[in-house]
């Protein structure tokens, strides 16, 4: 599905403040497989991330998604296979823009743009009953300019938006984070649903480490620029978050440093 | 003085499709492109030399376009594949096409009196004039808003609010910034080709100071009568535009003012409409934080001076 073989990033290269992004990264993630990422600041998890949707390119190594090299493509174009959400609920919309309109956007994900008409009524009737699945009300606002929502509300409109056309990969960059518990949760309950409603294969960062434990398939711990444990299915639905925490001490010699850290 | 309101909302008209020109960079790509002040020049030259040359106005207003677009295109490369900041791109392309526009005309000035133009058949009576420019502005007006809401127009206005997200969509946003200067400045330069057409003649220094009276009109129209819509951010750039020259027009009328202060006067116009409405906002919401801060303090203390 998408491998990542022996990648390898610098920031500042060549200069005092060189710092070792990612080393040497091997991951290979398989079809359905949803990966929840930890790690302490600094570890690597958004370079992981941008190196897959091609935010950034590895100075060394390949990514490779179904046979295609594509470590050299621009963003734009990995968007065919890539869905996104970030950490940030204002980075995932355009909030000028309605609501239909943003989700018409997301609807030409990959597709050449030409100068049909964008939000036509028969998108407009798919867009209503994908936002109903959400069940936040928002298939009866599809008109308002997304600047008009809650941070909480856009958020759950960015996932929908990143994963109604059934992108290859979904790519959550922390996309809880920066919202109260209560709208968390929701959010967290949403990936759930529509991760396992549509089978997608997923990338997930999480500060949370019960969180990180009770979602997904897969667990990736990373430290300085490594994936330091993988850890399969089997070992992970037994796992505790002390388990967890004294595996990370064990193998990096240190403690998981992390001012932002949910224990859960 | 009603003779001079017509006449200033007939060459409102015409400065409106510069208008919305600005609108598309300011506004909708939120990209300040200064390439305006020499592309306004370079679409009345072209439409000038043409016209002197025998050439049908309309083809000569069409060639006006296409340059535009051609100079728009080349700030729009300068700033995405050259990565040069978006302003100087824009100072850049203005100074190269003052030199541009001289090869072109070949002279300062060139003259199209008693030359048939597009603007000649309509010339009077000045009501004629309003009715036949306002449906061609208007039919622009409605080709914009349509093109802003099919995807390609949807990825350009998202370029502009969110360029993160719509790179993320699949978007390239370079293109659509070049397109959107490209077809920017396409529509400042008919502006100046119809200005000269009208006033018959174009002149290397016509486009000196458009940029802020593109903004000016951009800026008066939103305040005025509001944005809440592609439809409406556009009409109201083309009612701005016009409410512009009225204002400009009555300006000189004061025993005061010198037409040479009309600059002066643009500024000063464009500062008063930026300053107030920021003014305005900041009092604004201060008045709502302290009322809100009161309303929490009673609900939080019942009994210590709230209205409860």
Redesign the interface.
């Known amino acids: 599905m998408l491998n990542l073989i022996n990648a390898t990033k610098l920031f500042n290269p060549g200069t005092p403040d060189e710092k070792i992004a990612l080393i040497n990264a091997n991951l290979n993630i398989k079809p359905g497989d949803f990966i929840t990422v930890i790690g302490s600041n600094g570890a690597g998890k958004s370079t992981l991330m941008n190196l897959i949707?091609g935010v950034l390119k590895p100075d060394i190594g390949q990514v490779v998604v179904e046979g295609t090299e594509i470590q050299s493509m621009?963003?734009?174009?990995r968007?065919?296979w890539?869905g996104?959400v970030?950490q940030d609920p204002?980075?995932?919309?355009?909030?000028?823009?309605t609501i239909e309109?943003n989700l018409?956007?997301?609807y030409?994900?990959?597709?050449p743009?030409?100068?049909?008409?964008?939000?036509t009524a028969a998108k407009r009737k798919l867009f209503r009953e994908q936002l109903s699945r959400i069940g936040i009300g928002l298939e009866d606002r599809m008109s308002a300019k997304v600047g008009l929502l809650s941070g909480g509300e856009r958020q759950a409109l960015s996932l929908l938006?990143?994963t109604f056309t059934r992108p290859q990969i979904l790519l959550l960059d922390e996309h809880t984070a920066a919202l109260d518990p209560a709208r968390a949760e929701l959010i967290t309950r949403l990936t759930q649903e529509i991760v396992r409603e549509m089978n997608l294969t997923t990338l997930m960062v999480t500060h949370n480490m019960e969180q990180a434990i009770r979602l997904g398939n897969r667990l990736i711990m990373m430290d300085q620029g490594r994936i330091i444990l993988d850890i399969p299915e089997e070992r992970k639905s037994s796992l505790t978050v002390s388990q967890l925490l004294g595996e990370f001490e064990r193998i990096s010699g240190h403690q998981l440093s992390d001012d932002r850290i949910v224990l859960g | 003085m009603i003779d001079s309101i017509y006449g200033a909302i007939a060459l409102g008209l015409l400065y409106a499709l510069m208008a919305l020109g600005v609108y598309m960079t300011f506004r909708i790509l939120n990209f300040p492109d200064l390439t305006v002040d020499g592309s306004f020049a370079t679409g009345g030259g072209i439409a000038a030399v043409m016209i002197t040359h025998g050439y049908h106005p309309a083809l000569a207003t069409l060639a006006a376009f296409a340059g535009g677009i051609l100079a728009g295109m080349c700030t729009g490369l300068l700033h995405t594949k050259g990565k040069v900041n978006g302003l100087l791109a824009g100072i850049l392309m203005m100074i190269a096409l003052h030199s541009i526009n001289l090869r072109i005309m070949g002279k300062p000035n060139v003259s199209i009196v008693n030359v048939d133009t597009l603007i000649s058949p309509i010339v009077k009576p000045v009501g004629l004039f309003i009715l036949v420019a306002g449906i061609g502005v208007l039919i622009v007006k409605l080709l914009l808003d349509v093109f802003l809401h099919t995807d390609t127009g949807l990825a350009l206005r998202a370029t502009g609010d969110n360029e993160r997200m719509i790179r993320s969509f699949g978007a390239n946003t370079d293109r659509t910034k070049i397109l959107g200067v490209s077809l920017s400045n396409g529509l400042v330069a008919v502006s100046g080709a119809l200005i000269a057409q009208q006033g018959g003649f174009a002149d290397v220094t016509m486009g000196v100071g458009m940029i802020v009276i593109g903004l000016a009109s951009v800026i008066i129209g939103e305040a005025i009568f509001g944005a809440r819509s592609v439809f409406f951010a556009t009409l109201a750039v083309v009612l701005g535009s016009i409410i512009y020259r009225i204002v400009v027009a009555l300006a000189l009328r004061v025993e005061l003012l010198k037409a040479s202060d009309l600059k002066l006067v643009t500024a000063l116009i464009v500062i008063v409409a930026l300053v107030v409405p920021y003014v305005r906002r900041v009092l604004k919401q201060r008045s709502v934080a302290r009322k809100r801060s009161a309303e929490l303090l009673s609900t939080a203390m019942p009994g210590k001076g709230g209205r409860s």
């Open positions: 949707s621009p963003e734009h174009k968007s065919r890539i996104r970030f204002m980075a995932g919309t355009a909030p000028t823009m309109e018409t956007m997301a030409k994900r990959g597709k743009r030409g100068l049909a008409w964008g939000a938006m990143a």
